[in-house]
């Protein structure tokens, strides 16, 4: 059974941090694309950062690309988003997802919420100026 849990949110003011978790079980960690995405209340879902468990790359949204950094622990089956200087337009549900086995890091694209198979229950942020 696949499964995805996030922890990490809160609430805290504009150019504060905050550091977001997602410990995945369930399926095998290497060669995976897992990445963060946010939706805003009346918003669709967009993503934000991708790794690609197998070499570690990494990709950032230009929104939040020099705040945000996506990482992972191995060993831990385990991913985090690092958030500084975050803004009040941060504010959204922060949902960690996983793409299929098999992947490649050319297939860990975050234009399209759908092509990610599976996703953890989400962690709020709220971002007060």
């Known amino acids: 059974q696949v499964q995805l849990v996030e922890s990490g949110g809160g609430s805290v003011l504009a150019g504060g941090s905050l550091k977001l978790s997602c410990t995945a079980s369930g399926f095998a960690y290497s060669r995976k694309c897992m990445g963060w995405f946010r939706q805003a209340p009346g918003k669709e879902r967009e993503g934000v950062a991708s790794?690609?468990?197998?070499?570690?790359?990494?990709y950032m949204v230009d929104s939040v690309k020099g705040r945000f950094t996506i990482s992972q622990d191995y060993a831990k089956n385990t991913i985090y988003l690092q958030m500084n200087s975050l803004k009040p337009e941060d504010t959204a549900k922060y949902y960690c997802a996983a793409g299929l086995d098999g992947r490649t890091w050319s297939q860990c694209g975050l234009k399209n919420a759908n092509e990610w198979n599976n996703w953890g229950q989400g962690t709020r942020v709220t971002v007060s100026s």
């Open positions: 790794i690609y468990t197998g070499t570690g790359s990494t």
